[in-house]
């Protein structure tokens, strides 16, 4: 059973940038495509980037050009670079494998405020 923890939110300007990170355990996630998620307040979880085995990518049209997700297999973990926040990206944001949807961690918290 894998488990995700996600880490690196926090408070920021629009503008700013963060990196967060989703460490895994219990099992390798090298043979799983992973994705990010985020729920904003009201609002349903919605799955807004994916990396696969291969190392392709997707993005949703709202992040492109200013997010970036990437793995290292070797430490298990999954990261996303979010340049450029705006309000709009204030949401709890989780990983998980898209289609496996392993138990969802605590998440971490992303708020972009002036």
């Known amino acids: 059973q894998v488990q995700l923890v996600e880490s690196g939110g926090g408070l920021v300007h629009p503008g700013s940038s963060l990196r967060l990170s989703c460490a895994a355990s219990?099992?390798?996630?090298?043979?799983?495509?992973m994705g990010w998620y985020r729920q904003a307040p009201g609002k349903q979880r919605e799955l807004f980037t994916r990396i696969f085995r291969s190392g392709n990518t997707y993005y949703k049209e709202s992040v492109k050009g200013r997010f970036s997700i990437s793995r290292d297999n070797a430490r298990n973990t999954v990261y996303l670079q979010m340049n450029s926040l705006k309000p709009e990206d204030t949401a709890a944001y989780y990983c998980?494998?898209?289609?496996?949807?392993?138990?969802w961690g605590q998440g971490t918290q992303v708020t972009v405020s002036s």
């Open positions: 219990g099992s390798s996630i090298g043979i799983y495509d």
């Open positions: 998980n494998s898209p289609g496996w949807n392993f138990p």
